[in-house]
């Protein structure tokens, strides 16, 4: 029961949005399985939430290293919980909308998290100057391509490619870099996508099958888990 | 110098995580752990009501008249629910049903989404002649290269990913092929994501220098 | 004027310094990644002081979309959704507002969505910079007449599937909670069949992927794409099999954009950053590799384990 | 969201059949031309379309515009849609602008008869009515004939899975290639073990309903059966919480049947938070403290890749990557030591389980590979032919392979 249930469940439902694909009355199917999702999702979101305030509780009161910012990490979140459920200070009371701007939950994602998410986003910009000096090696031929081809569009990508190779003679265009950088981006790099899609695509198939014939089933668990 | 409070917030946190790059220090920790509870807080809020109360609760009980309620919305409720007996541990095992309904829809609806659109779509496409002609009718090398490009790394690409055959002989050769193909591809990512990272690193300096420092016009 | 030459200036003197990191890299003493670090930031900075205007070639992705844009007659419906939050607007903000700019002197009616919460926010905002704009402004577009902003959906390429029926089953009203039916510019659109063209602003999922597999594939709609960097290379298949109709990939797109239309605008200022930014990044990556074939060469003949430093 | 009236086809192509057209006799609509003071021309030629393979909820009216309704005039302001079915009351169901010549009605029940006028109103206030059109039912399908190519396609490529995962679980060998990054999976956990230091599971950023988080937590289950046969500290935190609870599932699974029920803790995974780069922070803190031997990096993958895998490889750890997004695949291929690569993230579990009817679905997805390999060959041979000879009967060739594999 423990374990067929479930395998009933995963084969019915797939199969059946399978299916709907294929019959117009019932394509709605998919649209309403994503609605389905999306509730799940908010009552996992409550074991979530549930989750992080014990792991801050326990660092508190075991006063583990660095118990200070766990204090402020369930400030944040219990500040940011109150104004946004209860809808403090929102313009159009408990109907209004919950991002509504004016409102302070707006404030908090304005001024907090859009500086902060996007900061964290260019400090990439530091990781990838250290990695191409420390990482990206010529160690082998697939290597040297990679980096060949890299250095290319990022030579195209900027007026600097225009610039660098603007001497060359028209007959021999297709050697200036912007030329080369659409060259590459629509030959090779589209038939190094396209067999990447079609093998994903094959290989989604065949895992969906493995999950949806039970051949695959570790996420049903075992008998009286 | 901007006078607006919320620039000077924003710009403080750009400064603390910035201060990473240095060492981890506890400015960092205090922009961090912030950033970690408000974040989990706001994204809490925002799916409980576009979820639960627009996508549910307006569903079920409709604010307009003339609209029919959508009492199956009801059962992904209940599935939901399920979820909670986690809580419990003896009977946590139940929250296998609404995670095999999860399982069982994606690997359905991706199945076929795939299948489609990565798959029979991509095939189609690749079957152009390998000689290419100009509009005005006369052969075009360029045109011609690139189908043949796109023709070749396609083809060897896949047997790269073959998996019921050892990659030796002429069939290692070809997926040897495929797989410089690949390295260009991942190349050209490589390129495009540098592109990608600086332009976020400009619009953080221009907010720094423009927005909260002035010093552009 | 002063911050240009002090910029220019100081990008020399940084320039000379890179002999110093060569050098040390070469004798097997590279630099700490901190100091890496510096450069960038530097090569970052500095070019928006600068005043200098860049040569930028013409692509046919981009230009596509500037074509069909063009040739649509006055008065064609343009769906333009915004599939991207605040964090990806230094390189998606520019671009869109060059194209509602450009879409309003064409005198196209614009339809604007999102599947990500706070698109339509910027979308709004992009709305805002281009009615600042005195030849838009001169146009006057009426919010509800001439162009309308549906707001928020969630559900993913759900939407744009459920789209596929009637546009009203996922906005049933438009963000400032006007009805469907009483907003004048979508009288007659149903679904994808009334929209003369779709333009998609992303950063990720969902995005121009979506909208290609559902909108363009299922729907026959027209697909234009305005992606950040990293996605546009995901992009080219599609592009190549006419699934999508153009491109703009990154501020170099967007700058391109801007300058075919002939509305210079942001991305234009980045790009000079930009190009200092991948300079420096391709002078460490040779400044990297010299020092690995070096150490190499070293090992051939001394048989020596390999240095450490570089991890 | 209110329920959908009148949902439609999700792909009906283009092809729309003409079920009732109803003309209006040219006599009468040139006596139309002369409209007395208030009246004014009426639309002409309304035809009521069922559209094809559609569910029977829509119905699209067509019309040619009133001979009044000139662009760059104002005399005729829209048109209005009536509708009556079973002799029963008419009623307007829309309103257009004028020089709209088009109205789809959602509105419709799949059992009635529906008849239709549309009239024109004019500025003045006047309105000229059409003829009305014969009853028209709309018609439900519940099949998509246009669909019928992918129905095939879908039988053969999930026929010869089904068959090789068969033909295996017969005992039929089936050879299967060595994947480096799977091979080194015993080694990253045992050095782990050695070091007395734990493994770290990272499974991507995004949610349930994305494959290749189910395809990492299935590799989970295999990976985790071995860390507790190897008595290894395991940590894997998340940024769903519905990956939490399936995480912690398999894992609990995994233990049980290694027989190490009491070496499970539910604390093996944490939720952290939703948003991207607060996930990150916080699992790069986590590495920089706890210094983890071996970090799994299997799932969907955003810009945080280069960030995860470059901490990763400061700390020393094995890494091991694998995601089916090719932007993020160059930094995993430079920061960590065993990539799996698009199909190969598919293909992992099966390889793991080591049984025979998961390494046969294996060989089923070659099968479409090579059909996949086949068609191309085939459609480029044919496509180059025909281009170079003119031929017809290699044109009708590729057309017709193009038709079975379009689906748009």
Request: aromatic residues 12%; hydrophobic residues 50%; charged residues 15%.
């Amino acid at each position: 029961m423990n374990r067929t249930l479930p395998f009933l469940l995963t084969f019915i439902v797939g199969f059946t949005i399978v299916i709907a694909t294929f019959s117009p009355p019932l394509d709605r199917l998919a649209v309403d399985t994503a609605v389905f999702f999306s509730i799940i999702a908010v009552f996992a979101m409550i074991l979530g939430g549930g989750n992080l305030v014990k792991i801050n509780l326990v660092k508190i009161t075991r006063r583990q290293r660095d118990w200070q910012f766990a204090i402020v990490t369930l400030v944040g979140f219990f500040f940011v919980l109150i104004i946004g459920l209860f809808k403090v200070g929102n313009p159009g009371g408990v109907t209004g909308q919950v991002d509504a701007p004016g409102t302070p939950f707006f404030d908090v994602y304005t001024y907090v998290f859009v500086p902060v998410g996007a900061t964290m986003y260019s400090l990439l910009a530091f990781f990838i100057a250290s990695a191409s000096y420390r990482a990206f090696r010529a160690k082998n031929r697939e290597a040297t391509i990679l980096l060949i081809a890299a250095s290319i569009i990022m030579l195209g990508a900027t007026p600097f490619g225009t610039m660098l190779t603007a001497w060359i003679p028209d007959s021999l265009d297709i050697f200036e870099v912007p030329n080369l950088h659409f060259f590459l981006m629509s030959s090779p790099n589209l038939a190094g996508q396209r067999a990447i899609m079609i093998g994903i695509a094959l290989g989604v198939i065949s895992y969906s099958l493995r999950v949806l014939l039970g051949v695959e089933r570790s996420h049903i668990g075992k008998d009286g888990g | 110098m901007s006078l607006d409070i919320g620039v000077w917030i924003g710009a403080l946190l750009t400064l603390g995580i910035f201060s990473f790059l240095y060492r981890d220090n506890p400015f960092y920790k205090l922009c961090e752990s912030i950033f970690v509870g408000v974040s989990a807080g706001y994204w809490f809020c925002v799916f409980f009501f576009d979820n639960m109360v627009r996508k549910f609760y307006f569903g079920v009980f409709p604010s307009e008249a003339g609209i029919e309620p959508k009492y199956f919305l009801i059962v992904g409720a209940v599935l939901g629910a399920l979820m909670l007996t986690r809580l419990i541990p003896s009977i946590g095992w139940i929250s296998r049903w609404p995670l095999s309904f999860i399982v069982g829809a994606t690997a359905g609806l991706y199945m076929m989404l795939f299948f489609v659109s990565n798959g029979l779509n991509q095939v189609a496409d690749t079957m152009l002649p390998l000689y290419r002609e100009t509009a005005g009718g006369d052969f075009d090398p360029a045109e011609t290269l690139g189908t043949i490009l796109v023709f070749i790394g396609t083809f060897t690409g896949l047997i790269y990913f073959f998996f019921s055959k050892e990659h030796k002989g002429l069939f290692g050769g070809a997926a040897r092929v495929g797989i410089f193909f690949l390295m260009v591809t991942f190349g050209a990512a490589f390129g495009y994501t540098v592109m990608s990272r600086m332009s976020l690193l400009i619009g953080r300096m221009d907010f720094l220098f423009r927005d909260w420092l002035g010093l552009l016009g | 004027m002063a911050g240009h030459w002090i910029a220019v200036a100081i990008n020399v003197v940084v320039g000379l310094t890179l002999v110093w990191v060569l050098v040390r890299t070469i004798q097997g003493r590279p630099i700490e990644r901190r100091i890496v670090f510096v450069y960038i930031a530097l090569a970052v900075a500095t070019p928006l002081f600068m005043k200098l205007e860049a040569p930028l070639a013409e692509t046919p992705e981009v230009q596509s979309i500037v074509t069909t844009i063009k040739e649509l007659p006055p008065g064609s419906r343009i769906l333009i959704s915004f599939d991207y939050d605040p964090q990806s607007a230094p390189e998606l903000q520019p671009m869109a507002e060059a194209f509602i700019k450009f879409a309003f002197k064409q005198r196209h009616k614009v339809i604007i969505m999102g599947l990500w919460p706070l698109g339509p926010d910027q979308a709004n905002q992009a709305i805002r910079a281009a009615l600042e704009d005195p030849s838009v402004a001169e146009l006057a577009p009426e919010y509800g007449v001439d162009y309308v902003n549906l707001g928020f959906q969630s559900g993913n390429e759900f939407v744009i599937q459920g789209m596929g029926s009637a546009f009203k089953n996922m906005f049933p009203q438009d963000e400032r909670g006007t009805i469907y039916d009483n907003i004048p510019i979508l009288r007659g659109v149903t679904n994808f069949s009334n929209v003369d063209y779709v333009q998609v602003f992303s950063s990720g999922k969902p995005g121009t992927r979506e909208w290609v597999q559902v909108a363009a594939d299922r729907f026959g709609a027209t697909v234009g794409g305005g992606t950040t960097a990293v996605q546009a290379p995901e992009m080219y298949p599609f592009l190549r099999s006419n699934q999508l109709i153009g491109l703009m990939g990154g501020m170099t797109g967007a700058a391109e954009f801007e300058k075919a239309v002939e509305e210079l605008g942001k991305a234009n200022t980045f790009l000079l950053s930009q190009m200092f930014a991948h300079a420096t990044v391709i002078v460490f990556v040779i400044f990297g590799n010299i020092a690995y074939f070096r150490s190499r060469r070293r090992d051939a003949s001394t048989d020596a384990p390999t240095p450490g430093g570089i991890s | 969201m209110p329920p959908a009236p009148g949902a439609r086809s999700i792909a009906s192509g283009g092809r729309v059949l003409i079920l009732t057209l109803t003309l209006i006799t040219l006599t009468s609509s040139l006596l139309a031309t002369d409209p007395g003071p208030g009246s004014i021309a009426p639309p002409t030629l309304i035809m009521v379309n069922d559209l094809d393979y559609d569910n029977g909820e829509s119905l699209t009216i067509s019309w040619v515009p009133s001979l009044d309704d000139v662009p760059g005039q104002s005399e005729v302001v829209a048109y209005r849609i009536l509708r009556s079915s079973g002799g029963g009351q008419e009623a307007t169901i829309g309103t257009v602008l004028a020089g709209e010549s088009t109205f789809v009605d959602q509105s419709v029940n799949r059992d009635s008869a529906y008849v239709y006028r549309v009239a024109t109103i004019a500025a003045n206030g006047g309105e000229g009515y059409s003829l009305p059109t014969d009853a028209v039912v709309p018609n439900r399908e519940w099949l998509n004939w246009d669909l019928v190519w992918l129905f095939l396609a879908c039988l053969v490529l999930g026929g010869s899975v089904v068959f090789f995962i068969e033909t295996a679980r017969r005992g039929k060998k089936l050879f299967v290639r060595k994947i480096a990054g799977l091979e080194a999976i015993d080694e990253a956990i045992g050095r782990a073990t050695e070091m007395g230091r734990p493994i770290l599971y990272i499974p991507g950023i995004q949610d349930m309903d994305e494959v290749e988080t189910l395809a990492s937590l299935t590799i989970l289950g295999k990976v985790s059966r071995q860390i507790a046969d190897y008595d290894t500290q395991l940590f894997m935190p998340v940024a769903r919480s519905l990956v939490m609870t399936a995480g912690r599932e398999t894992i609990k699974t995994s233990y049980l049947e290694a027989g190490r029920a009491d070496a499970f803790n539910e604390d093996m995974v944490r939720y952290i938070t939703d948003e991207q780069f607060g996930y990150v922070a916080a699992v790069d803190g986590y590495m920089v403290r706890e210094r983890p031997a071996t970090i799994f990096l299997l799932g969907a993958f955003f810009g945080e890749s280069l960030v995860l895998a470059e901490m990763g490889n400061s700390v020393g750890a094995i890494q091991i990557a694998g995601t089916a997004r090719p932007p993020q695949i160059p930094f995993f291929v430079a920061a960590c030591d065993y990539t799996l690569i698009g199909e190969e993230l598919f293909a992992a579990s099966a390889y793991l389980s080591g049984e025979p009817r998961q390494l046969g679905s294996l060989k089923g997805q070659d099968v479409g590979k090579g059909i996949a390999m086949a068609v191309i060959l085939i459609g480029v041979a044919a496509a180059t032919i025909a281009e170079l000879t003119g031929s017809g009967f290699f044109a009708g060739v590729v057309s017709t392979l193009q038709n079975v594999f379009t689906t748009r």
